[in-house]
């Protein structure tokens, strides 16, 4: 790849992390706890002000993704792009067959930098899908699901993003062409009939067990030997981890799981 390729991905990466202008993001909006808490917070919303949280070291919080950006386009951090950026040029090299997807999309980001890599590398015949109910997480539940109990994630507006605002985002990187394909729904209605024969990269970013489950139920199969396969929430949402375990375990997967940073984990598959 040419210096002029490689300086456009570093700086892509920079951009859509907020990595440059990261000290002029406030904090994520607080999530209260207990009746008072949430009493306090409403109280303030009703007025028209926004609790959010202090946010300190800002470049180390945006290298790990670890946080809720106010403006940037992905909430994962430099070393998760360099992770997606490293699994895709693996596998340009190797010629695994099949598209590439990210379920759990949010301000789309993530898909901006799958579809750059494309460009820069001329690939022609693969795809970025970009799943997502772009209305946010679902209401857990916890008879089917009892490791979603409580996880509230639902009532979240910041984790709610429309299919126009992502397009909108993909607009501003000139990145929304026919490489990128929109799966509108909940995972459990979409996923089982996303019309695609192979992939290469899934890129399991939903948070909930529920989530999880669905993404890997319904894609792992569609899997080519050699792709492989990203959990973003695996050490920092339990639910997320359990579901991981559980399927490998359900599917006897042996191969490697490797850590990208605190939150996050990847594994090719190789069987
Ligand atoms: C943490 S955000 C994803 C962050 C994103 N990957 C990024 O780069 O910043 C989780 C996303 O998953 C979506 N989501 C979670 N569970 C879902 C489900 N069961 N069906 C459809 N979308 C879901 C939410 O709407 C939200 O956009």
Known sequence: MTDTKRLYLELLKKSLTNFLYAEYEKGPPFIPKGIIKKLITNFFASKGFSVVYNKKDYKRIRINGQDWPEFAPTMVGLKRLDNIQYCIEDILKNDIK?????????????????????????????????ADSFEGLPTPDGKEYPEDTGLDLHTIKFLSVSIEQVKENFKKYDLLNNKVRFLKGWFKDTLPKIPVKKLALVRCDGDMYESTMDILVNLYPKLSLGGYVIVDDYWSMTACRRATRDFRKQKNIKDKIMRIDESSVFWQRLA
């Open 98 to 130: 099949g598209d590439f997807i990210e379920a759990g999309v949010w301000r789309g980001g993530v898909g901006i930098f799958m579809n750059a890599l494309l460009k820069v590398n001329d690939v022609t015949d693969r795809l970025v899908w970009m």
